[in-house]
């Protein structure tokens, strides 16, 4: 049985923490520092999993994806992944890793990549959202819909019921932010414009980048 999101736990959710590495996530000349991103997704996905098993799965997939770049980053060709665009180029010279053989596939940081961007337009919009809607509006609507306009596309069916029965349980905003995070109510709604608005500068970024190398359907 899938567990009630958990109302009585105070966590420590830090959206100063995620603004500060989407801030400093530009590395000029349209390029992203991929370390910087890598320090906010890790902490959007504590968000996910204190949730408890509402979106384990999401948070999983997530840390798995992390984990995939930030092992070769710490390999003998860490200095191919710095940024975006030097993985890209890396991965491009050496086509089997973007685009031939599943067991390939399975280690292409172009690829992964692509899947967090992907999360990353669902996660911006729902702060965005959360952001602009009453304090007792339930999220569960607002994940709902902003999922069928995002992340759902890439999923499939046995997923998306899953994403639908996880976002059933979800509280209010107020609930929401009062239990998950370590700013206090009013600092929170501050934050989530000034995250969403440094979020889509990062995701634009990306965005150009695999739209300039035609990237973005890669399977």
């Not at 999923?155 to 639908?164: D, E, I, Q, V």
Request: charged fraction near 25%.
């Amino acid at each position: 049985m899938m567990e009630i999101f958990p109302h009585n736990e105070n966590h420590d959710f830090d959206l100063e923490l995620v603004l500060q590495a989407l801030k400093r996530c530009p590395a000029g000349g349209g390029d992203i520092d991929l370390r910087e991103y890598l320090v906010a997704y890790n902490e959007l996905c504590r968000f996910f999993k204190m949730t408890g098993r509402l979106f384990g799965f999401v948070a999983k997939d997530l840390e798995h994806k992390i984990s995939a770049i930030e092992r070769k980053q710490n390999s003998d060709e860490g200095q191919h992944y710095t940024t975006a665009e030097k993985m890209i180029q890396f991965e491009i010279n050496s086509p089997s890793l973007v685009h031939k053989g599943q067991n390939k596939r399975s280690h292409s940081g172009t690829r992964t990549l692509l899947r967090l961007h992907w999360a990353l337009e669902f996660i911006l919009e729902f702060m965005s959202r959360m952001s602009k809607c009453s304090d007792h509006e339930r999220t569960s609507k607002i994940a709902t819909e902003v999922y069928e306009q995002t992340l759902s596309k890439y999923h499939p069916w046995l997923t998306r019921k899953m994403a639908a029965i996880a976002v059933y349980l979800l509280p209010s905003r107020k609930d929401l932010i009062h239990v998950m995070c370590k700013q206090d109510y009013q600092t929170v709604l501050q934050l989530l414009d000034k995250v969403v608005d440094a979020g889509k500068r990062v995701y634009d970024l990306i965005e150009n980048i695999y739209r300039d190398h035609n990237l973005h359907n890669i399977p």
